[in-house]
């Protein structure tokens, strides 16, 4: 089959690897050339917008930062619907707010495209060996066709409801997320200060109740003062703002994830907002006035 991709950054690369390697032919578009060119040298073939793109497939996957680029790169000049044809099918993976997946899945109704939002969680390393956690939003037909394809980038993919649901699924896995890594953050911290190798409680803790898949994947991260990315903090602030703005629609307080997010806010404020979301670490380290990992 011939497949569309659109958004070649540190998720989308590896997941283009993924449909490469299934045996499918891939037609790639990003606004950055480097990232084109790289795609390219896996096998991919380069389009020169998204609506050329649109023009040679009938399924285009994209994986874009957020709310207003995926509108720029569907709906905006030389986008996907000015090349796509009715019957074709749009599965957007970038994690965005639900309200603009039921906007932008409107606009695509009105030409006969059929759209799911399919945002995922795992991150790189998941997205490279193909293992991610995939939440779908969208018509359940539409889902059981293109499940196979969700399923060479993922090791499952959950049907969550109507449009927007699998953002709404994927916002609460971030409030999830980002408590989880600033808990760990406070935690360790708290070790450390009191005289007690933090290497040594990550290692006590992991197989008890406090034992996460955060906990496993940034604690490490934390206890190294390596904060590559990974999951920028610019893209998890992203998602909290996100979080926030769909509570305030179903009246549902989050005081947690309005804490964290502050954490973020002055991160990003530090200019560390291209760092892994495990640099809620510095904040604490900021506060606190000394390191965790001491050595
Ligand atoms: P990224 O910033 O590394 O990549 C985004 C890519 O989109 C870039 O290559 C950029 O040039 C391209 N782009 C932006 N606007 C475009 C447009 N209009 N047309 C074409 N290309 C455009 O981001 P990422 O880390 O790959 O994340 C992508 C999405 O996946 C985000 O919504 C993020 O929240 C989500 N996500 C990321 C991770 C992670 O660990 N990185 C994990 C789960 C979900």
Redesign the pocket.
Known sequence: MIIGF???????KPMVNNLLKAGHQVIV????EE?IKEVVELGAVAASS?KELAKQVNMVIT????SP?VR??VLGKDGILEGAKAGDTLIDM???APLESQKIHSKCAEKGVKMIDA??????PKAIDGSLSIMVGGDKDVFDQVYDILMLMGSSAVYCGNIGAGNTTKLANQIIVGVNIAAVSEALMLASRAGVDPKLVFEAIRGGLAGSTVLDAKAPMMLQGNYQ????ID?HI??LENALETGQGVDSPLPLASQVIEMMEDLHRDGCGQDDHSALAKYYEKISGSIIAKE
Do not use: C, Q
């Not at 578009?29 to 950055?32: A, H, N, Q, S, T």
């Not at 994986?63 to 957020?66: E, G, T």
């Not at 990315?229 to 920028?232: E, N």
């Open positions: 659109i958004g070649l950054g540190i998720m989308g578009f990003d606004i950055i990232n998204g994986m874009l930062p957020n680029h720029e790169a970038s994690s965005i945002p995922v969680s795992g991150g790189e990315p990974g999951f920028k893209l992203k998602d």
